[in-house]
């Protein structure tokens, strides 16, 4: 049974750091590129940051570029986002997905975890 879990959000103030953890199973981890995605409400979902598989390429979207990084654990099959100078545009629910390219059927999403910044 495939299962992305995500940990890390809660409430933040502005110019404070959070870290997210998505834990994966169910699928060959080091084979898929993980990303997370934010929406905002009222907003569409967005992608944030993106790791391929093993190879090591990282892309990022622009408003995010040099304050967030991800990372993965191909071991513990888990990827990370630590977000620092966090502004208060950057309140979403944050979610984790694996995909392949060329591969619409196994394309996967965690539940989501809210990410809140706010004096």
């Known amino acids: 049974q495939v299962q992305l879990v995500e940990s890390g959000g809660g409430l933040v103030q502005p110019g404070g750091s959070l870290r997210l953890s998505c834990a994966a199973r169910?699928?060959?981890?080091?084979?898929?590129?993980m990303s997370w995605y934010r929406q905002a409400p009222g907003k569409e979902r967005e992608l944030v940051a993106a790791?391929?598989?093993?190879?090591?390429?990282?892309n990022y979207a622009d408003s995010v570029k040099g304050r967030f990084t991800i990372s993965r654990d191909n071991a513990k099959n888990t990827v990370f986002l630590q977000m620092d100078s966090l502004k208060p545009e950057d309140t979403a629910v944050y979610y984790c997905?694996?995909?392949?390219?060329?591969?619409?059927?196994?394309?996967?999403w965690g539940q989501g975890t809210q990410v809140t910044v706010s004096s």
């Open positions: 997905n694996a995909a392949r390219p060329l591969d619409p059927v196994n394309n996967y």
């Open positions: 790791s391929t598989r093993p190879g090591g390429s990282t």
């Open positions: 169910g699928f060959t981890f080091s084979t898929y590129t």
